[in-house]
């Protein structure tokens, strides 16, 4: 288990509990909504708001600790910030699912922003498609 603490002070946030639970359960669920975070909060918390748990989070994406994985027609995820990959997203059913780069993948991305002079600080590649569940139940 990660010290929670210590990652939310490390980006000048307090480790309030509200703030370590959310984090835990970002973790444990890998990709998960505001509103399934708030279902797992609020029966760990009953007096948490809705409202404290969309003001932490957003609070916590501006700050570097959790990264926002939009998702086509359906509500974002969220995710622990962690090292650069490539999110498979399904546009049936909205899960998500990491996949490393490859050093093909990194070359390129480097040799684009060297020919455009431009500064990468970050990058998030989302990949939409139909994952090998929904393909199944398509098909029966």
Same mark, same amino acid.
């Given at each position: 288990?990660? %010290?929670?603490?210590? *990652? ?14 959310? $984090? ?5 669920? &890998? ?7 708030? %279902? $797992?909060?609020?029966?760990? !918390? ?7 748990? !969309? @003001? ?7 700050? &570097? ?12 995820k ?5 090292? %650069? ?8 059913? &909205?899960? $998500? ?10 070359? *390129? ?5 060297? @020919? ?5 600080i970050?990058?998030? $590649?989302? *990949?939409? &498609?139909i ?10």
């Amino acid at each position: 288990m990660k %010290d929670y603490a210590i *990652l939310l002070k490390n980006t000048g946030l307090k480790a309030t509990f509200q703030r370590i639970t959310i $984090v835990e359960q970002i973790e444990k669920h &890998g990709h998960i909504s505001i509103e399934c975070i708030y %279902d $797992v909060v609020v029966s760990i !918390y009953p007096s948490i708001s809705l409202a404290t748990v !969309y @003001k932490n989070i957003l609070l916590m994406v501006e700050k &570097g600790v959790l990264v926002e994985v939009p998702i086509a027609g359906k509500k974002s995820k969220y995710e622990l910030a962690k090292k %650069d990959h490539i999110h498979l997203v399904c546009t049936m059913c &909205g899960e $998500v699912e990491d996949q490393a780069h490859q050093d093909q993948i990194e070359n *390129l991305f480097y040799s684009i922003s060297q @020919k455009q002079n431009f500064i990468v600080i970050k990058q998030q $590649v989302n *990949l939409y &498609g139909i994952c090998d569940t929904c393909q199944i139940e398509e098909a029966s």
